[in-house]
């Protein structure tokens, strides 16, 4: 067993949330055989405790919560994955790992496909807003599409901004669904804010059931829910009418303060998906799990790492694509290497002009389908990481047995099993009472029931 002894609690329990293996609060009590190896600095343990990986100089909790809750700026790596490695390869010279790793049975890693809907129409909104769109028209010398974006504000052409149908026909084609976070009341720009960044339009009660019906998740894109508690409940109430499911958010702007998970949470908000960059792409958590802010009881964030804006807009990165694909492709090499999940933010429009980078969005899709990813909802991503939290790792070993409980196990449908991580030379292995597959330096089991019984070679 591993013995963890430090005065934050939160901090232990959602760093072996993402680290998800067995584990206890150090006993001093215990006799010292009872630890494989123990966790904390050196100073709190008796030179007689054994194994100890000492964070004295190097404090792990401390680094992945304020990762978690304040942030990196500009931070293009998983830097808790990262530390959470080092410890686990520590851990290994002791004791036989298991763990919960983020990654769904049969699939590589996660992809969470969410929408903006900041705008619906053309003519919806302002002469200033159109001529900010036909003005990056000519800077692109694209003047036939600025003449179409003048002509539909009089209502003479077609609608070039209001995408849902081409939105469900690009994502059927795909195979996969995603997320719709719409403004919940028009007009209304937020407490200080100007009038301009207002939403204009009203909820579309039959637009919301069509897309709920076809498989989409419908939330909320919150524009006081992040500093006010009375409109962070009407905001949710608005959403709620129509859908009657959990409501997730995600803040226009990306808006948020040191209370926003606070509010959130008070008002029955299921997950947030607003911490991210507006003008670059990466990890601002630094990770690629969903996980529990400091001071909650439920709310859930899934963080956001790629915003079409901050690849392509000025004055953020604006990158041509070659360029905008080195960059996405190192964030997905990173899926690959530790699992967890890449949240992508594609707004409604962003398939029109003057954005049009549809293409761009199919090619990252295709790219996570190809690699094996789980691409999904977000809806969907916070469910499966719920499943993952609610389980409590136990490892027994006796007669060359390994005996592994998974208490508060359960499975959803629609939602893919998780899999079981044993860290033993799978040549050392000779049964598991379970499918499986090996891998290196470990076996992955999958996870269907709430024990599961590994036989080892006698030599182990």
Known sequence: MIGVRYPDEYAVKETFQLLKIPWEWYDPSKDCDDYEVLIGKKEDFSSKDGNLIDISKDDIFKKVTDLLNCGKPHNSAPLCEKYLNELKNKLKQFTTLVEIPPIPWDYSYIVALTHDVDVTSVRERSWLSIGYAIYNCILDLNFVDGARIFLAKFGLLKDPWNKFEEWIKIESELGVRSTFYFIPFKDIPGIDSPKIIAGKYELDKDLINRLIKDGFEVGVHGIDNWRDQKRAREEFKKLSEFTNLDVGN??????????????????????????????????????????????VENLLELPLHIQDGALFMRPCL?????????????????????????????HQMSLAVPHDWGNFYRYLVRKASKEGAWVTRAVDVVKWFEVRRNVRLDCTEKDNKLRIRLDGFKILEDIPAMRLRIYVDPEKIRGVDGK?????????????????????????
């Open 436 to 460: 499986y597959i090996a891998k290196g330096d470990h076996v992955d089991v999958m996870c269907d029931k709430g024990e599961i019984m590994v036989a080892l070679d006698e030599s182990f």
């Open 318 to 346: 604006k990158l041509p694509e070659d360029e905008a694909k080195d960059r996405c492709d190192e964030i997905f090499d990173f899926a690959n290497e530790f699992g967890g999940v890449i949240t992508l933010l594609w």
């Open 250 to 295: 995600r803040t226009h702007f990306l808006l948020r303060n040191e209370d926003t998970w606070k509010i959130l949470d008070a008002c029955g908000y299921m997950y947030d998906s607003t911490f991210g960059y507006n003008d670059d792409v990466g990890f601002r958590a630094g990770t690629l799990q969903v996980y529990k802010p400091k001071e």
